[in-house]
């Protein structure tokens, strides 16, 4: 009869340990996916930032070869 109670309260401590380790991972997972999430919408708004400079890279490439291309041809007419 001492050992069934003893069972029992072994039992019921491990499971409320058991409890108590689930609760802490999935609170640690929901951490870890709000911070994915975090990072992914960051991602989201950071490539077309990225589209955008580069459009204004190569346009900005494009006006000055085409500065140079009209400064040669009016040396050239001159």
Not at 3 to 10: G, I, P, Q, R, S
């Amino acid at each position: 009869s001492d050992k069934a109670v003893l069972l029992t309260e072994f039992e019921r401590a491990l499971n409320e340990r058991l409890e108590a380790i689930l609760l802490k991972a999935r609170q640690d997972i929901e951490l870890l996916q709000d911070a994915a999430n975090q990072q992914k919408m960051s991602v989201f708004k950071e490539v077309p930032a990225r589209a955008h400079q580069q459009q204004v890279d190569q346009i900005t490439e494009e006006v000055i070869e085409l500065a140079a291309e009209i400064t040669r041809r009016r040396n050239f007419v001159t």
